[in-house]
């Protein structure tokens, strides 16, 4: 069975602004990096399709190095530097380029727990604490409506 990949996303126009901004080999230690394009794929397919990294398919190169790149531009700024060049270049206003980056919440939800609320910070009853762990539930120890 052919696996169909969907690489070639990016278009060579977007790359063409991209690429300027993609961080740089020279003065860097190590290995050379795989290329930036492949593994932006790698990443773009990613969270296309929701599946974990070591599914990554091997056109995008390791899937530890594709996630290590997306790891360090999430925290070098390079992520940021990319939209706002994307952005430079846009013929939207700001209003339209915030509407094609929207994330509709209805979609999106996290459990309470993910927020980072503090286990003492519930309010109310403590029997109302779902506090992420295992609920002890009672029991009667008997079927019911038995005699």
Known sequence: MAVMLRDGVISDELWDVLESVMPQDAGRRGRPWNDHRT???????????????RDLPETFGPHQSVWQRHRLWSTDGTYVQMLAAVRGQATLDSEEVEAILSIDSTIVRAHQHAAGARRDSVV???????????ELHEFSGGARGAA
Not at 43 to 49: A, L, S
Not at 126 to 133: K, M, W, Y
Request: glycine share 20%; charged share 25%.
């Open 124 to 134: 109310g009853d403590p029997a109302d604490d779902t506090g992420g762990r295992i």
């Open 39 to 53: 593994t932006l794929e790698g990443i773009i397919w990613r969270f296309r399709t929701g599946s974990p990294w």
